[in-house]
């Protein structure tokens, strides 16, 4: 039952729930977990920058990666969004399942 974690972050709170609600909506995500209040330290066009963000933690399955990556940049309001999977080694048996289930394609 290989599971990922995918990690992005977004504007605020507001736009990390709208995003994480639409990918488990359609199934690419089994679960979204949404935590305001970061702060971000970065480079954009030559210039440091600093900004506060909200971390959005998706927990899906290698083969719906893709398209998750895909809708969450369709939908997010940056230009580059952060966007990165994280493989899960081990954990409870039961949520690694359950998400499988969860994030299963339809037809």
Known sequence: MPMLFVYATAADA???SRLG?????ARLAACATVIAGA???????????EASEAVLILKTQP???DALVTRLRALHSYDCPCIEAIPVSGG??????????????TE
């Open 21 to 25: 609600r639409a990918l488990v909506e």
């Open 92 to 105: 409870n048996p039961e949520f690694l399942a359950w998400v499988e289930r969860e994030t299963a394609a």
């Open 39 to 49: 702060r971000s330290v970065y480079w954009w066009e030559g210039k440091l920058a």
């Open 14 to 16: 507001e736009e990390a």
């Open 63 to 65: 083969a719906r990666l």
